[in-house]
């Protein structure tokens, strides 16, 4: 029988300190082999890699898996702890792997929960697919492998002395050859229930050092960034030509992408206010700058081999989840702008490089070289429409990184894909994210402020709630169900006269009990019930702080699932909206982790999750006294410049009634032209367009709240009204009623200030019905009146 899903884990790290120091092996196996067997899935797949420059960094005479001193053992020792694994074998039938110690330096492992259903592809076979075979079938140090195609990048003989190629690393003239450099990939293709995927492990060009002249010399794109663009065009290319444009295709290795290292040190120096100095060798090249803050204090250090922050390197880099640095990770953008290869969003800090502090035994980023997101994970579009899920697939795809919690080397902590194929698995699989809700929702009810004698009486029943739980057929519905039964014996217990809504026990008493409304977050739907609540129990500034404390640990840990999160957005609307202005506002700005989550979610959200996210937003910035949105303005100006983009009228209609984000869209070319066409009089709803008609009336409202916001500025008036802002006048005048007296007013002031727009605006406004402001307003206008005199024609005449 067909399998309709299947659910995968995809592991990529980079040995290179593995391969010099073993010691730390046994963690690093032991971490990879624990994220692929706890999520119980149909395949798993590891791609290894050993960069070539770690061997040039360290003087090595040898590339790939070549650095360890016994590359076969080292790659058998590696198979052996993984694919061999007790909760491994366990859980899969079978496994083929192969490492290439000879030419590309590259390993790939694949495991198999049940060999049956599953073929790998032989071009030299005369069927194409072969069936996977039970047990294990690794291949370690031979040149090729049956259903494996590799190759490095540069197509050099493997018999090149690698003693010359480091000495061929650097010109004789003393600068870096970055082309004398080993790179590659490995490429192997299966079928699973039918359907064709393509797995390729690869190691893209890397430099060892911080080349501090390229930095200053090329501040958009370095010779190292160039050179890794045209790999990846080659490799697409080289897909191209096997014929697997159809293919589902995961890219899983060491892109090596670097920061736009350049952008970062100019943004320190301007919000830090420092001075920047920088020192030349004898060539005249640049080798070091420095930055200093009018203390004399170092704040910036970079040379050849450092790479230095001083006191703020490893909190700048890690705040956040590495939040404060993404916008410099943009090498790959030009790749995924394409559509050639997309990449789910990076909510994690940056993967290399760390080390031990040997003053306090904690890890955090060395300081030889700037922190980059080095490991990546990237699929096409075929692949992605295979493990897209819809919104009840809480876990459906998972992107981190292994190992965060544990010290496993430098180059250790590998990108990671989880992903779930087909809504149809949420249904059928126990995952512990399911449980996460469950989890999430007993911590809200223990946390508010409530009389101790209920919380005891709840802490008792949890006994009778496991066995309930057990009782329950449906794992899916069951964190639902538990909560529901929760709500229905907590709060009925509540004494009247201390909550006379009860919570609006009424209404929840009629939710029936295989309900997923019956939760805590999902009943304060009906917003006079959680209003009531907030009210009664007291607890808004309690319980935004919790909701504070769970998105501080789901951006740790990624803990919770999307639904959870989403019920947690609706839960903290309702703590921020129990007063006008809310002190709890400033708690939410000042916040670490809140806004960049909320913008985030925004941006890369689906469903409602996004719409969630969109609505707290939004009311964080009603409830939001005039100071703290000057400060939202000031700390994330980007990204609700972002947000702007993808929100929809109504959102966008709340947020331009404060002249404070007006201002964002009145000096934003890109979303003036969004909104004006958006809200065009003769607009037709383009079939690729995410809006919809219902929406033109909430942009006609946000084209005139522009327009309102830019009345100051006449310079930006004359460019609004260029773009044709005021054709929507015409909407308000066709309606039947439109008492809106400042929006008259605004047309008003605009007409007065630009008069040459108003026989325009009769145009399009004097045939509305009577009693309509904006009609009434167009049919003061005067008509144009010809001036008396003697208007002469000239004809030819004939003679």
Known sequence: MSQEYIKQVTVTGDLSSLARNVTDMPAWCEEVAKEIWEQKPELGVLHVQVSGVAAAAAGAAKLGLHIAEDPYAFAEDILRRIARHPKITEHFEGSRAFFDTNITGLGSLFLFRNV????YFDRFSNTGYIPVRRGDAHVIGRDEADGYIGQPFEREQSNHSMGERVRDFFRHDGSRDLDNQRSGWLLARFRFHGKEMTFINLNLHSVPFEDVNEIVSQPNVTKAAAKRQRQIDALLHELDSEGLRDDAIIVAGAFNAQLHETRLL?????????????????????????QTDRHGQKTVTVEEHRFDLHSIHDWFFRLGRGQMVKKYNGELAQVAFQGRLLEESVFFQPSRHYGINKSNGKEEFLRHLCPAWGDRVLYNERMSDLFRHDSFCASGLYYGIVGENRPIGEWLLGGTLRARRHAHAAKASKRRDDHADLILRLKVLFELKTPESWRESLAANITSLTARCQQWEAPRWMPFRAVNWIINTYWARLPVERNPNILAAHDTEKIPPNSAKGSLLAAPSRRTAAHAAALCLQCAARLVRLCLRVIDQHCTTSEYSVCAMRRLANCMRYGVMERFPSPLVSTIIDHEHALPYIFEGIRCAVGRLHRSLSYLLSDVL???SPEDRVTLVTRHYTQLRQAFHLMNGRDLVSFMAYPEFAGIVVTTPSLLRLIYLRARHDCRVHEDDCWRKFEYDDYCQTATLVMDSALSDDKRLQEILGYGYLSVAGHFASGRFDMDSRRTETFRRILSAHPEWRRRFKQMTCHGVE??????????IPDKKLRPGIYYIWEEGYY
């Open 622 to 624: 009603e409830a939001a």
């Open 771 to 780: 009693g309509n402001l904006t009609a009434d307003l167009g049919r003061t």
């Open 266 to 290: 100019n943004d320190l120096s301007s919000t830090q206010r420092t001075s920047v100095h920088s020192r030349t060798d004898e060539r005249g090249n640049v080798d070091q700058i420095e």
């Open 116 to 119: 049956d259903t599953v073929n």
